[in-house]
């Protein structure tokens, strides 16, 4: 029923973590991995398993693009390689999606230390920049769990379960994006076609997020460039969404 996606980049240890916790949730017919540079893995013989071994490394975009093209399943989960499940999220999730009409759902996303990180966001606007950059204020949702679900305007790249006809429609990621606001375009192209976002409350995994953008000057050039091209390719042009933030199953 779900196809989960994950890149390595010389992850080891932590990708197999995930591959074994993946496994062992029910409804996951698909897992395929790319390997995004050469490494060597004790992978599990299990025959949901696909291996991609990439000549050159590729972005973000491109790597779960290709991994889509691999996909059978009704469901495609890009997923990154620091996300820890515990409990399956999975049923919650695709139960939210089939009663929500969404073309994807998310979980809420818990940083180790257990609170809610900063994955669930409004779009990025000119003065949102400006008054952090002046203020180091930042406009955040507040959550309120007593509710099932939450529309939001993008979720992040970290998890994110769509419907493979709704991913197929938008085209997959754009991949003008090698790493970063891949995730904020694609929830901009889903609301503008119509396909609502959602996040369900009522469950939760834990991201050890690397921040790579905070302390490698690559991935910090990779964030400016995507963040220019975001800009210009959504100048004004950003869609209203239709829902209030909050709603209940």
């Known amino acids: 029923m779900i196809a989960i996606s994950i890149i390595s980049h010389g992850h080891g240890l932590m990708v197999s973590r995930l591959l074994e916790s993946v496994l062992a949730c029910s409804g996951i017919?698909?897992?395929?991995?790319?390997?995004?540079?050469?490494?060597?893995?004790?992978?599990?013989?299990?025959?949901r398993l696909l291996v991609i071994r990439n000549?050159?490394?590729?972005?973000?975009?491109?790597?779960?693009?290709?991994?889509?093209r691999l996909c059978t399943q009704p469901f495609f989960c890009p997923l990154n390689p620091d996300i820890r499940i515990g409990q399956s999220p999975f049923?919650?999730?695709?139960?939210?999606?089939?009663?929500t009409g969404s073309a994807l759902a998310a979980p809420l996303i818990f940083s180790p230390n257990k609170e809610i990180d900063d994955s669930v966001r409004h779009f990025p606007r000119v003065r949102m920049l400006l008054l952090k950059v002046l203020t180091g204020r930042v406009e955040r949702y507040?959550?309120?769990?007593?509710?099932?679900?939450?529309?939001?305007?993008?979720?992040?790249?970290?998890?994110?379960?769509?419907r493979s006809e709704a991913f197929a429609q938008l085209g997959g990621f754009d991949e003008g994006f090698f790493?970063?606001?891949?995730?904020?375009?694609?929830?901009?192209?889903?609301?503008?076609?119509g396909l609502p976002v959602v996040v369900c409350q009522t469950v939760g995994v834990i991201h050890d997020a690397r921040r790579e953008s905070h302390r490698n000057l690559r991935?910090?050039?990779?964030?400016l460039t995507s963040m220019f091209r975001y800009f210009f390719k959504h100048w004004w042009r950003l869609p209203k969404v239709p829902f209030s933030s909050f709603g209940e199953i």
């Open 55 to 68: 000549g050159r490394s590729k972005g973000f975009s491109a790597n779960h693009n290709s991994a889509f």
């Open 142 to 162: 507040t959550f309120d769990r007593r509710n099932k679900f939450m529309y939001p305007e993008w979720v992040g790249g970290m998890f994110m379960l769509f």
């Open 219 to 223: 991935h910090f050039c990779w964030h």
């Open 179 to 193: 790493l970063y606001y891949e995730d904020v375009d694609i929830c901009v192209r889903a609301w503008k076609a």
């Open 91 to 99: 049923p919650q999730l695709l139960s939210t999606i089939r009663d």
């Open 29 to 47: 017919s698909q897992v395929i991995l790319t390997l995004n540079i050469p490494e060597r893995l004790e992978l599990s013989s299990d025959p």
